[in-house]
């Protein structure tokens, strides 16, 4: 070969091991860049991974824990990761935790299928409960290479179900055992949502009728207003608590004390109304205040009331420039009654006398027992004094007509005196003074006569 055939294959070798080096080199750099891609790839993974709140573990196919992934600002998810790394999943897991694991793992090698189960255990003295799952991990065979196990630490959660169903519980006892009616309603249906068996004898509605009531369906007339009155009222405080009337099915009324809140459910705020029957200590209490300001025997109202209400006539009287009349009667020899024929005859005729004096009321007069066999008419706006004598003229016919006392009728008389607001008084002292002596000089003129006050009648006239 010559010399210039020699250069040349040199010349050629050269350029082919150059090629060859820069292959190489762009093959290093590729592989550099390959490198750094995947150390990318395997840090945003991990950011990813530590961003969960799972715990994600690689099992071998013998079940031996080979990785963990866990937040490092989350050490109290699991147990420290030195205590299980490398150990079979037996040898870290309590027993019956670790049966749950088994099971899991055969049904993934029988099925293929991911599989899910929630275990409790004792980590650091605290219980803590999970919710795993594990999955098949393959290479590019259809071999197991093992499995990925993710846990997610659940305790929060299950303690917030555990209170759930122990409020549920509490809930449920409290409206099924509570003597009173307590019932939810929608804020701004205002319809039924839950009631208890109370409410259902309260109202007489069964308990299929009551969901999808109204409050307003068994609110007594006048009151339609009054869950708007309270929505207001529990917008600036946290309870309500009044006294209303319920209307039954059958249309009856009943005095109810309530207790309202605004309270959660299902997602949305509720009345939680708990009512009272209060309807006996209501006809106590009427009962009550009747007795203290009627009388007992007649059922007419007493003295103590007849001083209130001629106040308060007297008021109106000079306020509005009107009359007022007052007719004092007494009953005439009515002591003669209750000696011979008994104080028990004595009492059914006052009893009788009350009944017809009632029936000549108005509904703006008063009629009061002051005490004895002695009465008062409170006359409110009487236009004239001819007037008055018609009522108590009335008043003396009604009593003359006879009364069947024991068996026997009975006839008796009486006599009255008048005054009139504001000529014979500016008072009610001056008044039942006057109207006293115009009385007394009716019983001394004969009886069974009324008579008007004049100046001229005095004690000393009598």
Known sequence: MTESGKKKDTSIEAKRINSRIE?????????KLSEDALKKSERN???VLYALEDLIFILGADGTFHKYFQSPDRKDLFANPKSFLGKHFKEVLPRDVADLFQNAIYRVEDYGNVQKFDF????NRDEMWFSARISPLKKHTKD???YVMVLQNITDQKQREETLVTNEERYKAVMLQSTESIFLADVETRVILEANQSLQRLLGYSLQEIPGLSLYDFVANGQDDIYQRILRILKERSSYKGEMQYRRKDGTIVDVEIN??????RGKKVFCVISRDITPRKLAEKQLIHTATHDPLTGLTNRLVFYDRIAVELARARRNQTNLALIYLDLD????????????CGDQLLKAVAERLKNLLRETDTLARMGGDEFMYIL???ESSEDVDRVAEKVLDAIRKPFLLDGQLQSITASSGIAIYPVDGKDAETLMKNADLAMYFAKDKGRDKHFHFTSEMSVKNL
């Not at 309202?260 to 459910?265: A, D, E, I, K, P």
């Open 333 to 344: 020899r009515f002591k003669i009654i209750n000696d011979t024929l008994g104080h028990s």
């Open 120 to 123: 409790l255990m004792t980590i």
């Open 144 to 146: 197991y290479f093992g």
């Open 45 to 47: 993974l991990l950011s």
């Open 380 to 382: 409110p706006e009487v």
């Open 23 to 31: 292959d190489l080199e762009t093959a290093v750099i590729e592989c």
């Open 260 to 265: 309202v809140n605004l309270v959660s459910y």
